[in-house]
């Protein structure tokens, strides 16, 4: 180095969040943890998220299910079906192939081997208006308690594999239980119970006196959906076996994710991985549903009018 000439310093970057120096390779802030590098930026943009008092991931999924049920009901209507017997009539009188085209589940070890996403598609098929109604208006009532607190990638998250751990477990059961009769599976009931786990499991978690009020409610809903509704034929433990299982899943991911929550905005590195994760899930969600149109197995046999006769009786956990 020449004589007469001064090193250069090393430059230094000011956070915008708290106004301290940083050294021009860091990546965040010393001080706060705020980024200050442009990769530290677009890594906090995929944790960030939506805004969840927008409900963004209650509409999506409102979205799909209702879409997937206007579908089925153009259909139906279609081959001669009349209003009343697509928003009322009972699972029993809708044909067997009609609902596997759309998405619903055969508990079959053959079934599953062969098509393994009808665990996630079934979760937004329904077999009559009601059906659809009961679960819709079931969901909105706690994501409304649950997506603001909690955030939108979180309740979406929850929502999909709980409802995949309810029709695994309640295929699991028939497996083991050597049912003669394979019904078919649908409904998002699964998914409600583990959505209301869900803000269980925070409350619980953060020590809040709400959690015995809430657990009330939840006590109430499975009163409801499984006895007021539930018109199973395997009986109530089939049924409420989907509940469970979606309700204790969910509770587990409550507890997880409010410890997750209570960690410093700069430190919460999982938030990516869940965003992801939800996002990923929700593509599944309409990949399986195309899947399912494009499925051989619907395809064996012409589509039948509605009646009796036509199908094995489908089992949900809230019909």
């Known amino acids: 180095m020449r004589e007469g000439v ?101 508990p079959t070890v053959e079934a599953l081997r062969a098509e393994p996403w009808r665990l996630l598609s079934a979760i937004f098929v329904h077999y009559d208006g009601l059906h659809l109604l009961l679960n819709m208006l079931a969901l909105t009532s706690v994501a409304r308690d649950a997506e603001p607190v909690l955030g939108s990638a979180r309740l979406a998250l929850t929502y999909v594999a709980t409802g995949i751990a309810g029709f695994a477990a309640s295929a699991a059961y028939l497996f083991l239980s050597h049912a003669g009769v394979a019904p078919v599976m649908a409904g998002a009931s699964g998914a409600f119970f583990g959505v209301m786990g869900l803000v269980l499991g925070y409350l619980i978690q953060i020590r809040s006196p709400l959690w015995k009020r809430f657990a009330v409610r939840v006590v109430l809903m499975t009163l409801l959906l499984g006895f007021a509704v539930g018109r199973g034929r395997f009986g109530l433990m089939t049924n409420h076996l989907s509940h469970f299982v979606g309700l204790a899943l969910g509770i587990v991911f409550g507890m997880v994710f409010a410890r997750t929550r209570r960690r410093p905005a700069g430190v919460r590195r999982s938030d990516l991985w869940v965003n992801v994760a939800a996002a990923a899930g929700l593509l599944a969600c309409v990949a399986s549903l195309v899947l399912a149109q494009l499925s051989p197995r619907w395809q064996r046999g012409p589509l039948r009018s509605s009646g009796p006769t036509s199908t094995t009786l489908p089992v949900d956990s809230d019909r």
């Open 6 to 106: 001064d090193a250069p310093r090393p430059r230094t970057v000011t956070c915008e969040r708290c106004s301290a120096l940083n050294g021009s390779g860091f990546d965040r802030c010393i001080r706060c943890g705020a980024a200050i590098s442009p990769l530290a930026r677009s890594a906090d943009r995929l944790r960030a998220g939506v805004d969840p008092q927008r409900f963004v991931a209650t509409k999506v999924i409102l979205a799909i299910t209702f879409f997937a049920f206007s579908l089925q009901a153009w259909l139906r209507l279609r081959r001669g079906d009349d209003l009343g017997a697509v928003l009322f009539s009972s699972g029993g009188h809708v044909s067997r192939e009609l609902v596997l085209r759309f998405g619903a589940l055969e």
